[in-house]
């Protein structure tokens, strides 16, 4: 069998980034499943159809833990402890079950007060000036400001935590990004031994009171398997939901139509939230699965212990699923996008997303009638990650 290319996605540069959809229309058009390189991540696989996405983040053979990588070296521990995306039945199971009563519909549902409360003093802060960077003013402060109280991050700690974690994704600067990342760890490590002396109404409290107070030993969480979890539901609680929300509304402001024809039917929002998430959905691939042995993926035989990469972006856009997949359609069935994954790792924080993007839209577009882009949409730049996609900045006015 002959080897397969080698897609070099460093070398297409800022042009990727800021639009990688016609790279994976390319290659999907070529066939589901690609060898690539990456600077930051080496070599490894990508998956960009959408039968055989869903298919491989089902497939038990396809595991989250990377000692099962043939390129893992046991560095003595984890950066940011051990957390659900990083492990497989049934220390996940274990794990998810932990902080899965915290995001139930009841539980989201019982938040909504308070998510318009938010939303209300922040829009009261922004409209004043006439125009904003809406991420830095808008988008990331309401989910980061949520997620915290949910978890009982205090208001202070909020900024320098959020700065923290761009620091540790920036892997351009590999020593600043191992140095924000040990802060974080360190910053939470005390976090949640306060939370153990003086416990409060929040689910980092519950956490703390898990190393030691469960019912069951198997209930119990270990030192790094606190962490993990602490650090993944702050971030993945408030970076993919501040995506959401810048992303959504360029999307709106660039399909004008689109926009009139959600002012006209507010019935029309769900849908439109939907159609955000397949469209632009904030993740752009998944954490690396690694093969536990040698598995096929649409026609390609990927050996034991690779990396490999589920491109959720691309199975949201393949033509095989959505008719004209590249079109911005608030009106069509977007159900079955892959924007919160499939199979045992999707989205735990789902519900609380889509309730916050329902808010946040509506509440910003009736009181800001005439938003619109305050630049030119091509000198947009994109954050550089192949997992995330958020943009760095959407100037407004309205």
Partial sequence: MSTPLIEDLSALGQDFVDNPHPVYAQLRARGPVHRARSAASGEFWLVVGYEEARAALTDTRLSNDIRHSSGWKDDGGNSIGLNMVQTDPPQHTRLRKLVAKDFTARRIEALRPRVQQITDELLDAMIPSGRADLVDAFALPLPLAVICELLGVPATDRKTFHDWYLASTDFSEPAAAMAAAQ?????????????????????????????????????RLSTEEMLGMAFLLLVAGYETAANLLSSGTLALLRHPEQLAALRADWSLLDNAVEEMLRYEGPVETTAFRYTKEPVEIGGMTIPQGESVAVVLAAAS??????????????????RGHMAFGHGIHHCLGAPLARMQAVIAFRTLLERCPGLALDTDPAVLTWRPSMMLRGLHQLPVTW
């Fill in 183 to 219: 802060a974080m760890t360190g910053y939470l490590a005390q976090l949640l031994d306060a939370k153990r002396r003086e416990p409060g109404d929040d689910l980092l409290s519950a956490l703390a009171g898990s190393v030691n107070d469960a019912d069951e030993e198997t209930d």
């Fill in 317 to 334: 856009r393949d033509p095989q699923r959505f008719a004209e997949p590249d079109r911005f359609d608030i009106h069509r069935d977007a």
